[in-house]
């Protein structure tokens, strides 16, 4: 396990030279919220499956005595991990463009927005990981996600405040409303409960695979 968890970190380590200098220029740039977001997501779920697709890690792990629960749980773990790094670094780079950036438009970052940007960033997390568990193919997978994710972000964006669609503010309500009641807890919960159901589905998609 130990070496499952050491090899995802360094899969990840020019990903995470890359946001280091990202996040700032972003700021700088004024660049929307939603885009840093998107930038770093889609980024570290390829950075994440890329060198395993090309060099068929899968499959020689599958061929080594390593217990299949650990491989999909190590990249689980890293990556829920590093959201977590990048989020708190996010927050601090935040905190500190508002003192000297008065042109920026977005709102600070408080500690609700970051409880609900992780549960939302794990609730996604969760549904496009097993996508690359799924499909033999990186390309494949990848558009599978970006579609998964437009889908999504264009569902939230026609529906949300349409009267048409009263079920989709009434959900967005229901977890402000629960998060807000006590937020480190709830928001802890929703998102261990997302990710435990994800993993469970990644696990079994993964033991039927023979290989990438």
């Known amino acids: 396990m130990r070496y499952l968890v050491k090899k995802e970190v360094y899969l990840h380590t020019p990903s995470l030279l890359f946001f280091l200098f990202f996040v700032p220029i972003g700021y700088v740039l004024n660049m929307p919220m939603l885009t840093i977001y998107l930038t770093v997501f889609i980024l570290l779920l390829a950075n994440a499956f890329y060198y395993d697709y090309k060099n068929n890690v899968h499959a020689l792990l599958k061929s080594l005595p390593v217990i299949p629960q650990h491989t999909v749980l190590a990249k689980y773990i890293v990556l829920f991990v590093l959201l977590i790094l990048f989020l708190l670094y996010q927050w601090m ?24 940007t992780l549960l939302g960033f794990s609730m996604l997390l969760s549904i496009v990981l097993p996508v690359f568990y799924h499909f033999r193919s990186f390309v494949t997978a990848v558009v599978v996600m970006m579609g998964l994710i437009f889908i999504v972000a264009f569902g939230f ?44 589905i990644s696990t079994a998609i993964f033991k039927r695979k023979d290989c990438f």
Do not use: V, W
Not at 104 to 111: D, V, Y
């Open 157 to 200: 964006a026609i529906t949300a405040g349409n009267e048409a669609f009263p079920y989709t503010d009434y959900f967005l309500l229901s977890i402000f409303y629960l998060i807000d009641i006590q937020p480190f807890l709830i928001s802890s919960l929703l998102t261990m409960l997302c990710l435990f159901i994800s993993y469970r």
């Open 93 to 116: 780079i935040d905190a500190l463009a508002h003192l000297g950036l008065p042109y920026l438009k977005e709102q600070p970052i408080n500690r609700i927005h970051f409880l609900f």
